[in-house]
């Protein structure tokens, strides 16, 4: 018990936001002040000459009372000085009078303001790791391993870290109560769930694929050993890639010290970047039929003409071809086509009472976009004898009411939010542009001079063409900057982000054929590869989430399925396998199972 003592006693006296270590920044790196919430501020140091670097955004301790983060700027230099941009971060504490979840939303809102300035000073980030002292170990763990207290005031797009390093952490806080009140604002038997939700021991098994790096000294008789080798042993017991060290003669004033947790961070990083740059073996061409069998989908599904979503079974539309469905506010929204004598296409809303209604038919396509919240979808129908005429109107799938209507020529419909659309046009006939249709004013604004393909508004990105009549270009670039280029590639077009937005579904930007054959896994921030899946797959994908993307698949000898990949492009069947001729015209070179996933 006297460790523990020690710990309640001295971890506020004594280690006052890093504030014993050296604070004298002798770095040649470039330094700048970001401010990423209102009251709070980051200073980035910059390494010289670098276009892809790690970032490590380090959050100081301070027992949860104070947070200054003077003590961590040696460390930050010392890291900008080995290739690594390093931000020393403020967030508030009980001195400011907050309580837990803030602090932990501070840390993800300075996550997301770092990595926005180092973007916009042309430098990729290759790694995001969050690196605390102390308290602020356990609040980087919580921040990393959980992430879903963001504070809804931070300026920059959400940015999920896919690296932990702690620094002699008090991470079990069931073994601190006397001392971790302060961050929790009330006792375990007060609030229990709230202390389950802020012990990463308990939240050791969340997000099992990002790697962890752990110091602690042997000599730390403030937080002792113990509380790192505990943590430790549930984040490998949850599959995390773990590294421990215990450093011999550093105590808990001294492990944050440039020279002692320097190079175990830097060496720690490019065995990170070393690992992702190895080149994988050559991935086999997938047969669902002999992959073993995982859960089922965790999305919503048309299985033949049933609705499938968790427990829910509805009977869905039963004329026609299905062809794509999307889950929105009170239900789901199917389009099918070969509807009827006529080869209608036709999309419905069936509500989760089970009951059908039509939104729209028509003898031509029918785009669709759904608005992030599923609360307002936008259709395109197509006009005129020569497919010139677009009808726009964007209604709420529940009731059908209509919020808007319009008619242009030659525009596409790409994308929907709550008072917004994203079209893609050909002015004059052939001058490519995006535009947005703002409903209230009943109005169109140009914002880029090429022709979006495909967007993600809840993550911030946009897919525009940049191809010439001999390519197949694609360029992807922040929904609110589209000037402003994130990567460009002529093979891999992003098709879908993951619901965190560090990873992107990517395929093939041309294949003439009914299906692909390969998914990548790219990094969803620069377009890095960093899986490949081949095979007879299906040219849709979903994110069940952020670990592992969905899509069908059918091997040589016929068998079809619905596959689940992770990122490193290992995969399972999430279904039965159906037989499935194999196309008799050998260029379509694929044919699908009975089965429709829903786009979220």
């Known amino acids: 018990m006297r460790a523990l003592v020690l710990v309640l006693v001295l971890l506020v006296g004594a280690s006052t936001g890093c504030a014993g270590a050296e604070t004298g920044d002798t770095s040649r790196a470039a330094s700048a002040t970001v401010t990423y919430a209102p009251g709070l501020a980051a200073t980035v140091y910059l390494p010289e000459g670098e276009r892809r670097v790690p970032v490590v955004v380090m959050v100081p301790g301070g027992g949860w009372a104070t947070a200054d983060p003077s003590g961590l700027i040696g460390l930050a230099g010392y890291l900008a000085d080995h290739g690594v941009a390093a931000a020393t971060v403020h967030v508030r504490s009980a001195e400011d009078g907050v309580t837990y979840p803030t602090p932990v939303g501070d840390v993800l809102c300075a996550v997301a303001g770092v990595v926005d300035e180092v973007r916009s000073r042309g430098v990729r980030p290759t790694t995001v790791a969050v690196l605390g002292h102390s308290s602020g170990a356990h609040l980087a763990a919580l921040a990393v391993l959980t992430g879903d207290e963001r504070s809804g005031t931070c300026g920059a797009p959400a940015v999920r870290p896919d690296a932990l390093i702690g620094l002699s952490g008090p991470y079990d806080i069931a073994q601190v109560p006397d001392l971790a009140v302060t961050l929790l604002g009330s006792t375990p038997e007060e609030d229990p769930a709230a202390w389950t939700a802020a012990n990463p021991v308990r939240q050791a098994a969340r997000r099992p694929a990002v790697p962890v790096l752990l110091l602690h000294g042997r000599d730390d008789d403030l937080v002792p050993p113990s509380f790192t080798e505990g943590f430790a042993a549930a984040l490998e017991a949850g599959g995390h890639r773990t590294t421990v060290r215990m450093v011999t003669g550093a105590d808990h004033d001294t492990i944050y010290a440039a020279e002692v947790a320097g190079p175990p961070v830097v060496e720690w990083l490019a065995s990170l970047a070393q690992a992702r740059a190895r080149p994988a073996a050559a991935p086999a061409h997938l047969d669902p039929a002999a992959l073993p069998r995982g859960a089922d989908p965790g999305v919503a599904r048309l299985v033949r003409d049933t609705l499938r979503d968790g427990d829910r079974r509805l009977a869905a539309t039963a004329r026609g071809r299905h062809d794509a469905l999307w889950t929105v506010a009170g239900g789901y929204l199917l389009r099918d ?95 490519p542009v995006t535009q947005w249709w703002n409903l209230e004013r009943d109005s169109l604004r140009t914002v880029a001079h090429q022709a979006a393909i495909r967007a993600d508004t809840r993550r911030g990105h946009v897919v525009l063409s940049t191809s010439s009549v001999n390519d197949a270009c694609v360029r992807v670039a922040p929904i609110a900057a589209p000037g402003r280029t994130s990567w460009r590639s002529c093979t891999a077009g992003p098709y879908a982000w993951s619901p965190d937005g560090t990873h992107a579904a990517a395929t093939r930007t041309y294949f003439d054929a009914a299906g692909t054959d390969r998914w990548w896994v790219v990094d969803g921030h620069d377009g890095a590869r960093q899986a490949r899946i081949t095979g007879r797959l299906d040219w849709h994908a979903v994110w069940e989430d952020d670990d592992h993307v969905l899509t069908l698949a059918q091997g040589d000898s016929g068998g079809a399925a619905v596959v689940r990949c992770d990122l490193t492009g290992a995969c399972e069947r999430a279904s039965r396998t159906w037989p499935t001729p194999l196309p008799t015209e050998p260029s379509l070179y694929y044919r699908s199972p009975p089965v429709v996933l829903a786009d979220r």
């Open 337 to 431: 086509y070969d509807v009827g004598r006529h080869h209608q296409v036709r999309v419905v809303f069936l509500g989760r009472d089970g009951k059908l209604r039509t939104v729209a038919r028509s003898r031509a396509w029918i785009d669709v976009a759904v608005s992030p919240d599923g609360r307002r979808v936008a259709i395109r129908r197509i006009a005129g004898r020569a497919g010139q005429r677009s009808l726009l109107s964007v209604e709420i799938p529940r009731s059908g009411r209509v919020l808007a209507e319009h008619e242009l020529r030659l525009a596409t419909l790409v994308a929907v939010t709550g008072g917004r659309v994203l079209l893609a046009r050909r002015l004059h006939g052939h001058h």
